[in-house]
T-cell receptor
Framework: IAGITQAPTSQILAAGRRMTLRCTQDMRHNAMYWYRQDLGLGLRLIHYSNTAGTTGKGEVPDGYSVSRANTDDFPLTLASAVPSQTSVYFC?????????????FGSGTRLTVV | SQQGEEDPQALSIQEGENATMNCSYKTSINNLQWYRQNSGRGLVHLILIRSNEREKHSGRLRVTLDTSKKSSSLLITASRAADTASYFCATDSSGSARQLTFGSGTQLTVLP
């Protein structure tokens, strides 16, 4: 089934630990995104990648890093987790080459930093 | 910062009634999109309306866009209990980056 796979689905993480959230898509979309969703704040963009080999910062990039070594994978790394990073993280992709196209979202990773 | 702001924050209606949600935004846009999110799930794209369009339909969904007022509305006709979800508007204000800015959403509850 074409779409986005995120892993893990949920995680409890000790503060100060490093963690990588995985995101893989099989639609050959050129653009990929990481959002975090917090109650009452909607979705906020963390990082994005318009094409393999390039990345950019979104609205709330601090404490996070990404890489885009190939078209399919877009991992998000928390170098040293803090409790304020407790959130639900969504990966998304779009084929911007088609122009004006909607996003496809993964099912999310629920992260709790304690 | 949030570009789109939905109104109301929560809406409860009876099955069969129409549901209307509104979205206001601040800057000029290329297009505006509506998404649906069921509890504990990812967002699903519903409909996209371009800045040069005023109205668009998809099944029971009707979206309007007023760029002069920087606002959009989503109408769901003949609602069903299965329509219960959160609905988000998202604006595409950038050029080639295609980054969407989401509002905080409207929680719709359709009572059977």
């Amino acid at each position: 089934i074409a779409g986005i796979t995120q892993a893990p689905t949920s995680q409890i993480l000790a503060a100060g630990r490093r963690m990588t959230l995985r995101c893989t898509q099989d639609m050959r979309h050129n653009a990929m995104y990481w959002y975090r969703q917090d109650l009452g704040l909607g979705l906020r963009l963390i990082h994005y990648s318009n094409t393999a080999g390039t990345t950019g910062k979104g609205e709330v990039p601090d404490g996070y890093s990404v890489s885009r070594a190939n078209t399919d994978d877009f991992p998000l790394t928390l170098a040293s987790a803090v409790p304020s990073q407790t959130s639900v993280y969504f990966c998304a992709s779009s084929d911007s080459n088609l122009g004006n196209y909607g996003y496809t979202f993964g099912s999310g990773t629920r992260l709790t930093v304690v | 910062s949030q570009q789109g702001e939905e109104d109301p924050q929560a809406l409860s209606i009876q099955e069969g009634e129409n549901a209307t949600m509104n979205c206001s935004y601040k800057t000029s846009i290329n297009n505006l999109q509506w998404y649906r999110q069921n509890s504990g799930r990812g967002l699903v794209h519903l409909i996209l309306i371009r800045s040069n369009e005023r109205e668009k339909h998809s099944g029971r969904l009707r979206v309007t866009l007023d760029t002069s007022k920087k606002s959009s509305s989503l109408l769901i006709t003949a609602s069903r209990a299965a329509d219960t979800a959160s609905y988000f508007c998202a604006t595409d204000s950038s050029g080639s980056a295609r980054q969407l800015t989401f509002g905080s959403g409207t929680q719709l509850t359709v009572l059977p």
